[in-house]
């Protein structure tokens, strides 16, 4: 696996963080997301834990696989992910990343729907094509008029 496709846990963990938040809405706490952690494993999490794993305390520990597949799950379940985004690694996890990713440029253009056709779509040309929308609906773009 080059350094490229390589996502360490805590990128993975603070991608979540940063990108699935409505547009209107700060980015969640780290408290809320342990409290919510708790309930569904129904044993208590802290919220420092978290803070370690975001902070990449276990990113050298082979991508995470110290830290149990249960805790992860929940994590994810917290954002609306499926699990293996934290617990998958490689081209796949990378290719999740860029999803989510797109997910944000979209959020963050204010973007509603977008109609896609086949799945050969250029992700970094659509990226492009939803920053370019919002730059002009703001009427900041460089693209002529």
Excluded: W
């Amino acid at each position: 696996m080059t350094e490229a496709t390589r996502l360490p846990l805590s990128h993975k963990i603070n991608r979540l963080f940063a990108v699935m938040h409505p547009r209107s809405a700060p980015e969640r706490s780290t408290e809320s997301v342990a409290e919510q952690v708790s309930g569904q494993l129904r044993r208590a999490v802290a919220a420092s834990y978290l803070e370690e794993l975001r902070d990449g305390r276990f990113d050298d520990e082979h991508d995470g696989a110290a830290v149990e597949f249960e805790l992860l799950a929940a994590i994810a379940s917290c954002f609306g992910v499926a699990p293996r985004y934290l617990t998958t690694t490689g081209q796949a996890a990378a290719s999740i990343d860029r999803e989510l990713e797109l997910l944000a440029t979209m959020r963050d253009a204010n973007v509603a729907s977008i109609a896609l056709r086949g799945s050969d779509v250029d992700r970094a040309m659509l990226t492009r094509l939803i920053r370019d929308t919002d730059d002009v609906a703001a009427g900041s773009s460089d693209l002529p008029r």
